[in-house]
């Protein structure tokens, strides 16, 4: 399962947040996030395919996840999982705002559904 970037900024701004970077460089090894909030360090990684085999749960490519995100940590990076049905829930909202809000960014709290 895939997201359309369109209709996810769209829905994070119709909820207060502000919009991400879609597809975001973080290090000079071209690694990237799905999308990252990078004045924050905070990335959303989307985890397709979990439970059909995809990338994320074969073991060469699961090694090179952990070395990417061991690397991130040491640059200060936080990450959130998420997988691409739960982009657009309340619930993902406010794990972002919660996230953004600890790295001192002020946003009004999204509604509580």
Sequence with gaps: M???KTVVAAFF???GLPEP???YQFCERKWRWDLAYPDHRLA?????AL???GRHTRGAALLKE???Y?????????ILFVIPRDLCLMETVRLIHDSLSM?????????RD
């Design 51 to 53: 439970f059909s085999g």
């Design 13 to 15: 701004k119709d909820c």
């Design 44 to 48: 959303i990684e989307v985890q397709g």
């Design 2 to 4: 895939t997201y359309n």
């Design 70 to 78: 061991n690397y991130a940590a040491r640059l200060g990076w936080r």
């Design 66 to 68: 952990y070395e990417k």
């Design 103 to 111: 790295s001192l960014l002020h946003l009004p709290a999204p509604d």
């Design 21 to 23: 970077v879609f597809e």
